[in-house]
C-alpha cells in the first residue's frame, strides 16, 4: 500500500511539474519527479523484465550512481562516478576521453570538437535547426515574438496539405478575394472562381497569393477564423510555445505573431510532407485562365533555387519569402547536403535575409561535417564550461563534442540532468553532460527511457518493450 502510495505521489509530483516548468534553457529544471539521482543508463535495480542486467532492457544497475556508457571516461560522454574529480587534482570532467581530461590542477583541457566560429547575423531574429533531431545549432532571438508575413503560408499549406484532396474544388468567395490591405500580392481573382486545390496550393506557394490563402482557409475549415483556430492548435501540437495566428495570409495583424524557433518547427513539419515539399521547391507553375485573367506562369519568390541567380545556394529544397511593413523581410529556407538537412529561418530583416541564411547554411553544414577546432573544457567549483576556439564560452546553445550533444545554459553552465524543453518533452543530460538517447535513466527509483532524439517516451511502449506510464515511469 506504502509503494502504491508512494508511485501515485510520484506521479502526482511529475504532472504538476510538466504544467508550470519554464522553456528549455531559462533555467536549470527540476526532474519530473520529486529527487532524482543519476544513476545513469543500466536498467532498473531489479532484473526487471529485461532480466539480463543489461541496457537491452531494465537490468541492473552499475553500483551507486557510476555511469556505465562505454568505459570510465571514453566514448559517449559518460564518465565515471558523478564526473568529480578523482585522485588528487585529477579531474575526470564531463567524461570524453580528451576534455575535460584528466589535467592536475588547473581544470581545464583541450578536446577535438565540431565548433566553428558563429556567423554575423544582421537580422533581429534568426535560427538554425537540425531538422533531424530539431536541435538548434545557432539561434538568436528565438522564442522572441515577430510578425512572421507570408512565411505564414508554409503552416496554411501545411494544413491544408493534411486535410484536403488535391483535386478538391475551390470556389472563392466574396469575402475571401476582397479586404485586403493594399499592395496585397494577388492572383487577381474574383468571386465566383474556381481552383483546385493544387492549383491554389501552387498559387499560395509560389505567387503567395493573399485571397488564394484566404479561399483554401475557408475551404478547409469553413471561415477564415476556425482555419485560424486550426492552425494555433497544430502549432501547438508541433511544440510552439509562442505562436498567435489570426489569418492564414500574415498580413499585417498586431495578434498574429511567432518565433523564429516556433516557425521552425512549422517549416520543418511542412517540408516533412511531400506535397509541400513538392510545391516550395518548384520553380514555376501554370495557373489556369479564370474570369478577369488568362492563363499565366508564375514563379517562385525564394531566389537560392535559381542556379543563374547570384543568390543561389546548392543544396536549398524549398522555402518562403515574406515581407509586410511591420514584418520587414522574413525568410524560411530548407537545405539538404550529404544527407543532412537544415531549416533556416530569418526574422525582422532589412534585406538581409539571404546573406544572412547563406551565413547559416554554411555554418550549419561546416558543423555537421566534422569540421574540427580545439577548443577547451574548463571546470569552476562543481560546474564546467566549455570555451570555444573564438575565445567565448558556449552559452544557450547545443554543442556537439566528441559525438555526443551537450546543452550550455544562458550563463554557459554544462546542463546535467533533467531539462524541460519548449516542445513539452523532457530530456535527460547525464553526468558528464552528454545527452542520454535510447537509454534507460533512473530517478528516485524510478525508470525513464529516453528515444532516439533524446525526448523522454511517456503513455507508450519502449522499443525493447516495456511499458511506460502518461509521466514516462516505467509501469512494472
Known amino acids: 500500500m506504502v509503494k502504491r502510495f508512494n508511485r501515485i505521489w510520484s506521479i502526482a509530483i511529475s504532472l504538476s511539474l510538466l504544467a508550470s516548468v519554464p522553456a528549455f534553457g531559462d533555467i536549470p529544471i527540476v526532474p519530473p519527479i520529486s529527487g532524482g539521482s543519476d544513476n545513469g543508463i543500466s536498467g532498473p535495480e531489479t532484473a526487471g523484465p529485461g532480466g539480463d542486467n543489461t541496457q537491452s532492457g531494465p537490468g541492473a544497475s552499475t553500483g551507486t550512481g557510476n555511469s556505465t ?9 559518460t564518465s565515471t562516478g558523478t564526473g568529480t574529480s578523482t585522485g588528487s587534482g585529477t579531474s575526470t570532467g564531463p567524461g570524453t576521453s580528451a576534455g575535460p581530461g584528466a ?7 583541450g578536446s577535438v570538437v565540431n565548433t566553428l566560429k558563429q556567423p554575423e547575423i544582421q537580422a533581429q531574429g534568426a535560427v538554425l535547426m537540425d531538422a533531424a533531431t530539431g536541435n538548434l545549432l545557432y539561434s538568436k532571438e528565438a522564442e522572441t515574438k515577430f510578425y512572421p508575413a507570408s512565411i505564414t503560408k508554409l503552416m496554411t499549406a ?3 496539405a493534411e486535410k484536403c484532396s488535391l483535386d478538391d474544388t475551390v470556389t472563392f468567395s466574396k469575402t475571401a478575394v476582397t479586404n485586403l490591405e493594399s499592395g496585397a500580392v494577388t492572383l487577381g481573382l474574383v468571386e465566383g472562381d474556381k481552383l483546385t486545390v493544387r492549383q491554389s496550393l501552387y498559387g499560395l506557394l509560389l505567387k503567395s497569393a493573399n485571397e488564394v490563402a484566404n479561399g483554401l482557409a475557408e475551404h478547409t475549415a469553413g471561415s477564415i477564423s ?3 483556430d486550426m492552425m494555433n492548435a497544430r502549432a501547438k501540437e508541433l511544440g510552439c510555445t509562442n505562436t498567435n495566428f489570426v489569418n492564414p495570409n500574415g498580413l499585417n495583424n498586431s495578434n498574429h505573431y511567432t518565433t523564429p524557433h516556433d516557425m521552425a518547427l512549422i517549416a520543418r513539419a511542412a517540408f516533412q510532407n511531400g506535397t509541400v515539399s513538392k510545391i516550395a521547391s518548384t520553380l514555376s507553375y501554370q495557373i489556369p485562365a479564370t474570369q478577369k485573367a488568362a492563363a499565366r ?7 537560392m533555387l535559381y542556379p543563374n541567380d547570384a543568390r543561389y545556394y546548392q543544396g536549398v529544397i524549398g522555402g518562403k519569402t515574406g515581407y509586410t511593413s511591420l514584418a520587414g523581410n522574413t525568410l524560411v529556407t530548407c537545405a539538404e547536403r550529404d544527407g543532412v538537412r537544415l531549416i533556416a529561418v530569418i526574422m525582422k530583416s532589412k534585406s538581409t535575409q539571404y546573406t544572412d541564411t547563406s551565413a547559416l547554411l554554411d555554418y550549419g553544414f561546416a558543423l555537421k561535417s566534422g569540421g574540427s577546432q580545439t577548443a ?3 571546470q569552476e567549483g562543481a560546474k564546467w564550461y566549455f570555451v570555444k576556439n573564438d575565445g567565448n564560452r558556449a552559452a544557450n546553445e547545443w ?3 566528441d559525438g555526443a550533444d551537450y546543452w550550455f545554459d544562458s550563463d554557459g553552465t554544462m546542463a546535467t540532468g533533467w531539462r524541460h524543453y519548449s516542445n513539452d518533452a523532457w530530456y ?3 553526468s558528464g553532460g552528454a545527452m542520454a538517447s535510447s537509454t534507460w535513466v533512473e530517478s528516485d527509483g524510478q525508470w525513464f527511457y529516453l528515444g532516439a532524439d533524446g525526448a523522454m517516451m511517456k503513455n507508450t511502449v519502449t522499443p525493447d518493450g516495456y511499458t511506460l506510464d502518461a509521466s514516462g515511469v516505467w509501469v512494472k
Open 69 to 77: 556508457g562505454t568505459g570510465n571516461s571514453t566514448g559517449t560522454g
Open 103 to 109: 589535467t592536475q590542477g588547473s581544470g581545464t583541457g
Open 158 to 160: 501545411l494544413l491544408v
Open 226 to 228: 476556425k482555419f485560424a
Open 297 to 303: 506562369t508564375i514563379s517562385l519568390g525564394h531566389k
Open 376 to 378: 577547451k573544457w574548463q
Open 399 to 401: 554543442m556537439t563534442i
Open 428 to 430: 535527460y543530460f547525464k
